[in-house]
């Protein structure tokens, strides 16, 4: 039997690889590819009233469900909330990442945008280029927005997916995450604003956009 293609999304948060690729993974996994959702961190200062461990544990749980729904393995990291680059430098994250790159040997890995205005989005943009150029093989690496409500980077080519079957399994995998429907839920508005926008350019109702930068 051949291998599986395999497609990777970096993620800085628990939901991140939801909000911003969910419908594409969605629509891989149905057609028979393996999906790793790389979390680079539990999200400890989420919930500053919570113990760590009982944040540990909710986000990452929630995580789990998600990655249920749409079908994808999902892998967590320890990088601490603003502090990912330092962490990354110093720590096994770093020895831990590589080698899941050079185990699964990924056709395509989705990141966040350096557009992006979290932080800790922005360093797993540069963590994820840092990681591509060691890797022997090299694969399509592509961007997505969560918190950038356009992308300006124009100049590079647009990857646009249909998500018209799997829009529905991402609000889905995005309602696990009941610990974020309060203080931080993303706005569904612009969610699916941006699905409607991208489906335009496909000619259906709902698509997800990326940005192919290596």
Request: glycine residues 6%; aromatic residues 12%.
């Amino acid at each position: 039997m051949p291998k599986k293609e395999t497609i990777i999304v970096c993620s800085a948060h628990s939901d991140d690889f939801v909000i911003g690729a969910g419908g594409t993974i969605a629509k891989y996994t149905k057609e028979g590819k393996k999906v790793i959702a790389v979390v680079f961190s539990y999200g400890e200062l989420s919930h500053p009233w919570l113990k760590e461990h009982v944040v540990r544990s909710m986000r990452s749980k929630e995580s789990y469900e998600a990655g249920n729904v749409l079908k994808c393995k999902v892998v967590f990291y320890n990088l601490r909330e603003g502090k990912f680059l330092d962490d990354y430098q110093k720590g096994e994250v770093k020895e831990r990442f590589q080698s899941l790159l050079k185990r699964a040997k990924p056709t395509k890995i989705f990141t966040h945008s350096n557009e992006d205005l979290h932080p800790d989005h922005k360093a797993i943009h540069h963590i994820t280029l840092q990681a591509y150029e060691i890797m022997p093989q090299k694969p399509d690496i592509y961007i997505y927005s969560v918190w950038n409500p356009i992308s300006l980077k124009t100049h590079y080519p647009a990857l646009y997916i249909n998500i018209f079957k799997t829009f529905s399994t991402k609000l889905r995998a995005l309602n696990t995450f009941h610990s974020q429907k309060v203080h931080v839920a993303y706005p569904l508005v612009l969610l699916v604003l941006r699905s409607l926008v991208a489906g335009l350019k496909l000619g259906t109702l709902f698509g997800e956009k990326f940005f192919k930068v290596r």
